[in-house]
T-cell receptor
Framework: NAGVTQTPKFRILKIGQSMTLQCTQDMNHNYMYWYRQDPGMGLKLIYY???????DKGEVPNGYNVSRSTTEDFPLRLELAAPSQTSVYFCASSRGRSSYNSPLHFGNGTRLTVT | AQKVTQAQTEISVVEKEDVTLDCVYE???????LFWYKQPPSGELVFLIRRNSFDEQNEISGRYSWNFQKSTSSFNFTITASQVVDSAVYFC????????????????FGKGTKLSVKP
């Protein structure tokens, strides 16, 4: 009963490097989300997906890309890492529109530092 | 615009004390959901409760209780007889009842209240 699994847990990047944050869920949820949490702040939505093959921008999408080729996986890609992307990244999923059917199920987060 | 304000940045109590975490929200929507999430030191986010704007009935779950008052746009969270394991950052969040287009799942989070319960 894994729920939402994120890898890696920690990562340090140099400016300009790229990486992919992995997220997979085993609950057969259609909706998946990526959030970032900056120190002392709440979470902000980066991208979301309502199903395989469908993605859309959230509140803070600049500098990121996503894809959703399967129901289970929703990777987040940073193409040119910048110090402003230092944050904790949370992946989440929900059975339906989170505000209507079910709450968000969060992964344990990926702590990313860009130096 | 939607906004969630958690004015208490940090609260420190001694075990067995009662503590209330405040949450004030702003929205122009007539239908919306409010949430509380707990983030313990380990970092994961744990869902605690969801309330919709139609239901102002207060809720109690064990030592936790929630007071929703539309008249004051508040959704306060009380922990009775606090325990060390309650130490965490608590987030209040708001979203529209139905997000047609736009950002579904776009929870608007407050900045969180860090609760420290000392033995």
């Amino acid at each position: 009963n894994a729920g939402v699994t994120q890898t890696p847990k920690f990562r340090i990047l140099k400016i300009g490097q790229s990486m992919t944050l992995q997220c997979t869920q085993d609950m057969n949820h259609n909706y998946m989300y990526w959030y970032r949490q900056d120190p002392g702040m709440g979470l902000k939505l980066i991208y979301y997906s309502v199903g395989a093959g469908i993605t859309d921008k959230g509140e803070v999408p600049n500098g990121y890309n996503v894809s959703r080729s399967t129901t289970e996986d929703f990777p987040l890609r940073l193409e040119l890492a910048a110090p402003s992307q230092t944050s904790v990244y949370f992946c989440a999923s929900s059975r339906g529109r989170s505000s209507y059917n079910s709450p968000l199920h969060f992964g344990n987060g990926t702590r990313l530092t860009v130096t | 615009a939607q906004k969630v304000t958690q004015a208490q940045t940090e609260i420190s109590v001694v075990e067995k004390e009662d503590v209330t975490l405040d949450c004030v929200y702003e929205t122009r929507d007539t239908t919306y959901y409010l949430f509380w999430y707990k983030q313990p030191p380990s970092g994961e986010l744990v869902f605690l409760i969801r309330r919709n704007s139609f239901d102002e009935q207060n809720e109690i779950s064990g030592r936790y209780s929630w007071n929703f008052q539309k008249s004051t746009s508040s959704f306060n969270f009380t922990i009775t007889a606090s325990q060390v394991v309650d130490s965490a950052v608590y987030f209040c969040a708001l979203t529209q009842f139905m997000n047609y287009g736009g950002s579904q799942g776009n929870l608007i989070f407050g900045k969180g209240t860090k609760l420290s319960v000392k033995p």
